[in-house]
Protein backbone atom coordinates (compact mmCIF):
# COMPACT_ATOMS: atom_id res chain seq x y z
CA UNK A 1 0.00 0.00 0.00
CA UNK A 2 2.46 2.16 1.04
CA UNK A 3 4.81 2.19 -2.78
CA UNK A 4 1.76 2.32 -4.30
CA UNK A 5 0.81 5.41 -2.59
CA UNK A 6 4.92 6.79 -3.12
CA UNK A 7 4.32 5.81 -6.35
CA UNK A 8 1.00 7.97 -7.19
CA UNK A 9 2.53 10.88 -5.05
CA UNK A 10 5.63 10.71 -7.46
CA UNK A 11 3.35 10.98 -10.40
CA UNK A 12 1.61 14.23 -9.54
CA UNK A 13 5.43 15.39 -8.05
CA UNK A 14 6.50 14.60 -11.72
CA UNK A 15 3.97 16.81 -13.30
CA UNK A 16 5.22 19.79 -11.55
CA UNK A 17 8.62 19.67 -10.33
CA UNK A 18 10.18 20.95 -12.91
CA UNK A 19 8.34 24.28 -12.43
CA UNK A 20 9.08 24.27 -9.14
CA UNK A 21 13.21 23.57 -9.62
CA UNK A 22 15.19 24.58 -12.21
CA UNK A 23 17.39 21.73 -13.94
CA UNK A 24 20.88 20.43 -13.69
CA UNK A 25 23.23 20.24 -15.99
CA UNK A 26 23.42 16.84 -17.02
CA UNK A 27 21.91 15.23 -19.51
CA UNK A 28 18.76 13.05 -18.35
CA UNK A 29 20.05 9.99 -20.25
CA UNK A 30 23.60 9.89 -19.75
CA UNK A 31 24.77 12.53 -17.47
CA UNK A 32 26.57 14.09 -19.80
CA UNK A 33 26.72 17.98 -19.75
CA UNK A 34 23.78 19.45 -21.01
CA UNK A 35 22.32 23.32 -21.38
CA UNK A 36 19.16 21.52 -21.84
CA UNK A 37 17.83 18.53 -20.41
CA UNK A 38 19.54 16.22 -22.89
CA UNK A 39 22.92 16.51 -24.32
CA UNK A 40 23.43 17.49 -28.20
CA UNK A 41 24.58 13.25 -28.43
CA UNK A 42 21.29 12.10 -27.33
CA UNK A 43 19.11 14.75 -28.46
CA UNK A 44 20.38 13.47 -32.47
CA UNK A 45 19.99 10.21 -31.34
CA UNK A 46 16.44 10.71 -30.61
CA UNK A 47 15.31 11.88 -34.28
CA UNK A 48 12.36 13.75 -33.64
CA UNK A 49 10.48 12.85 -37.29
CA UNK A 50 7.11 13.57 -38.49
CA UNK A 51 5.90 9.60 -38.72
CA UNK A 52 2.26 9.65 -40.50
CA UNK A 53 0.18 6.28 -41.43
CA UNK A 54 -3.58 4.98 -41.17
CA UNK A 55 -4.67 1.81 -39.10
CA UNK A 56 -7.54 0.32 -41.03
CA UNK A 57 -9.98 -2.22 -40.21
CA UNK A 58 -13.71 -3.22 -40.41
CA UNK A 59 -14.21 -0.31 -43.14
CA UNK A 60 -13.21 1.86 -40.51
CA UNK A 61 -10.43 3.88 -40.71
CA UNK A 62 -7.70 6.44 -38.44
CA UNK A 63 -5.17 8.77 -39.19
CA UNK A 64 -1.42 7.76 -36.56
CA UNK A 65 0.99 10.33 -36.00
CA UNK A 66 4.10 9.59 -33.90
CA UNK A 67 7.07 11.48 -33.31
CA UNK A 68 10.35 9.21 -33.71
CA UNK A 69 10.76 5.58 -34.44
CA UNK A 70 11.37 3.07 -31.65
CA UNK A 71 15.34 3.03 -31.85
CA UNK A 72 17.01 2.31 -28.05
CA UNK A 73 17.42 5.36 -26.94
CA UNK A 74 13.63 6.52 -27.47
CA UNK A 75 12.67 2.56 -26.12
CA UNK A 76 14.66 3.26 -23.17
CA UNK A 77 13.01 6.53 -22.26
CA UNK A 78 9.33 4.71 -22.49
CA UNK A 79 10.43 1.53 -20.44
CA UNK A 80 11.60 4.82 -17.86
CA UNK A 81 8.79 6.54 -18.16
CA UNK A 82 6.24 3.38 -18.23
CA UNK A 83 7.70 1.20 -15.52
CA UNK A 84 10.44 3.70 -13.54
CA UNK A 85 8.32 6.38 -12.46
CA UNK A 86 10.64 8.73 -14.97
CA UNK A 87 8.26 11.71 -15.64
CA UNK A 88 11.21 13.38 -17.60
CA UNK A 89 11.06 11.17 -20.19
CA UNK A 90 7.76 12.07 -20.14
CA UNK A 91 8.17 15.63 -20.28
CA UNK A 92 10.50 15.55 -23.07
CA UNK A 93 8.62 12.91 -25.09
CA UNK A 94 5.36 15.47 -25.19
CA UNK A 95 7.63 18.51 -26.53
CA UNK A 96 8.04 16.11 -28.92
CA UNK A 97 4.45 15.46 -29.79
CA UNK A 98 3.61 18.97 -28.96
CA UNK A 99 6.06 19.93 -32.07
CA UNK A 100 4.03 17.55 -34.47
CA UNK A 101 0.92 18.62 -33.46
CA UNK A 102 1.50 22.17 -34.32
CA UNK A 103 3.85 21.31 -37.32
CA UNK A 104 1.01 19.04 -38.77
CA UNK A 105 -1.83 21.07 -37.80
CA UNK A 106 -3.67 18.69 -35.98
CA UNK A 107 -7.18 20.03 -34.83
CA UNK A 108 -8.84 18.58 -32.16
CA UNK A 109 -11.21 19.32 -29.07
CA UNK A 110 -10.26 16.55 -26.54
CA UNK A 111 -7.09 14.79 -25.88
CA UNK A 112 -8.19 11.62 -24.37
CA UNK A 113 -5.70 8.09 -23.61
CA UNK A 114 -5.30 4.44 -24.27
CA UNK A 115 -6.00 2.92 -20.59
CA UNK A 116 -4.06 0.22 -19.26
CA UNK A 117 -5.87 -2.52 -17.13
CA UNK A 118 -7.11 -2.18 -13.33
CA UNK A 119 -4.45 -4.50 -12.81
CA UNK A 120 -1.68 -2.81 -14.40
CA UNK A 121 -2.32 0.42 -12.67
CA UNK A 122 -2.21 -1.25 -8.98
CA UNK A 123 1.05 -2.56 -9.94
CA UNK A 124 2.33 0.68 -11.18
CA UNK A 125 0.44 3.60 -9.38
CA UNK A 126 -0.29 5.68 -12.99
CA UNK A 127 -1.03 5.21 -16.81
CA UNK A 128 1.85 6.39 -19.13
CA UNK A 129 -0.29 7.30 -21.28
CA UNK A 130 -2.64 9.54 -19.21
CA UNK A 131 0.78 11.26 -17.99
CA UNK A 132 1.83 12.06 -21.82
CA UNK A 133 -1.41 13.30 -22.14
CA UNK A 134 -1.65 15.67 -19.01
CA UNK A 135 1.51 16.85 -20.09
CA UNK A 136 0.64 17.38 -23.62
CA UNK A 137 -2.70 19.20 -21.98
CA UNK A 138 -0.91 21.83 -20.50
CA UNK A 139 1.34 22.53 -23.74
CA UNK A 140 -1.70 22.97 -26.11
CA UNK A 141 -4.23 24.19 -23.79
CA UNK A 142 -7.12 21.28 -24.71
CA UNK A 143 -8.57 19.58 -21.66
CA UNK A 144 -8.04 15.69 -21.25
CA UNK A 145 -11.24 13.79 -20.79
CA UNK A 146 -10.82 10.34 -19.20
CA UNK A 147 -13.34 8.49 -21.47
CA UNK A 148 -12.01 5.03 -22.31
CA UNK A 149 -11.82 2.17 -19.61
CA UNK A 150 -9.94 -1.60 -20.77
CA UNK A 151 -13.40 -3.97 -20.20
CA UNK A 152 -11.29 -7.05 -20.22
CA UNK A 153 -8.03 -8.31 -19.47
CA UNK A 154 -5.91 -9.25 -22.26
CA UNK A 155 -2.69 -10.80 -22.26
CA UNK A 156 0.16 -8.45 -22.68
CA UNK A 157 0.66 -7.98 -26.40
CA UNK A 158 4.36 -8.43 -26.29
CA UNK A 159 5.28 -11.50 -27.71
CA UNK A 160 2.49 -12.21 -29.77
CA UNK A 161 2.39 -12.04 -33.69
CA UNK A 162 0.45 -9.30 -35.54
CA UNK A 163 -2.78 -11.54 -36.17
CA UNK A 164 -3.03 -12.42 -32.80
CA UNK A 165 -2.16 -8.81 -31.53
CA UNK A 166 -5.65 -7.70 -33.27
CA UNK A 167 -7.66 -11.32 -31.67
CA UNK A 168 -6.12 -10.33 -28.25
CA UNK A 169 -7.80 -6.72 -28.47
CA UNK A 170 -11.02 -7.02 -29.85
CA UNK A 171 -13.71 -5.10 -28.58
CA UNK A 172 -11.92 -5.09 -25.12
CA UNK A 173 -12.56 -1.07 -24.67
CA UNK A 174 -15.81 0.41 -23.61
CA UNK A 175 -16.58 4.21 -23.61
CA UNK A 176 -18.26 6.35 -20.60
CA UNK A 177 -18.50 10.03 -20.09
CA UNK A 178 -19.75 9.60 -23.94
CA UNK A 179 -22.21 12.51 -23.38
CA UNK A 180 -18.75 14.75 -23.43
CA UNK A 181 -17.44 13.82 -26.83
CA UNK A 182 -20.43 13.52 -28.47
CA UNK A 183 -19.88 15.12 -32.30
CA UNK A 184 -16.17 16.07 -31.02
CA UNK A 185 -13.18 15.62 -32.48
CA UNK A 186 -10.67 13.22 -30.16
CA UNK A 187 -7.02 13.25 -30.07
CA UNK A 188 -6.34 9.89 -28.92
CA UNK A 189 -2.58 9.18 -27.33
CA UNK A 190 -0.47 6.22 -26.64
CA UNK A 191 3.24 6.04 -26.04
CA UNK A 192 4.09 3.45 -28.91
CA UNK A 193 2.14 2.67 -31.74
CA UNK A 194 2.81 -1.10 -33.10
CA UNK A 195 0.39 -2.68 -35.31
CA UNK A 196 -2.17 -0.09 -34.52
CA UNK A 197 -4.59 -2.81 -32.88
CA UNK A 198 -5.03 -1.19 -29.42
CA UNK A 199 -5.50 2.50 -30.70
CA UNK A 200 -8.20 1.21 -33.14
CA UNK A 201 -10.21 -0.89 -30.96
CA UNK A 202 -10.05 2.34 -28.51
CA UNK A 203 -11.20 4.75 -31.83
CA UNK A 204 -13.63 3.01 -32.60
CA UNK A 205 -15.29 2.66 -29.44
CA UNK A 206 -14.90 6.14 -29.33
CA UNK A 207 -16.72 6.47 -33.10
CA UNK A 208 -19.38 3.96 -31.83
CA UNK A 209 -20.20 6.08 -28.44
CA UNK A 210 -20.90 9.50 -31.07
CA UNK A 211 -17.59 11.06 -31.32
CA UNK A 212 -17.11 12.82 -35.20
CA UNK A 213 -13.24 11.98 -35.43
CA UNK A 214 -10.73 10.38 -33.95
CA UNK A 215 -6.86 10.77 -35.01
CA UNK A 216 -3.91 8.95 -32.83
CA UNK A 217 -0.93 10.68 -31.60
CA UNK A 218 1.81 8.24 -30.31
CA UNK A 219 5.49 9.11 -28.73
CA UNK A 220 6.68 6.08 -30.93
CA UNK A 221 6.21 3.54 -34.34
CA UNK A 222 7.23 0.88 -33.55
CA UNK A 223 8.22 -2.21 -36.03
CA UNK A 224 6.84 -5.53 -34.93
ZN1 LIG B 1 23.03 12.51 -23.21
Same mark, same amino acid.
Given at each position: MGYRFGKRVKFYLGCVLEVIYGRA +? +? /??? /? &? @? %??? @?? =?CKSCQSKIKYSVIEGEVEKEGIRFKYYSC? $? $? +?SLVKEMIIRLKY??? %?DCGVLLTQLMERLIREKEISFDYITYVPCSEEAFRKRGYNQSEFLSKKLSELTGKSVIHCLIKSKSTK @??? &? =?DRDARWTNLENSFVVENYKAIKDKKILLIDDVITTGATAFYCGKALLLCGCREVNILTAAKSAI
Open positions: +N +N /CML /C &G @D %FAE @DM =LA $Y $Y +NKSD %F @DQI &G =L
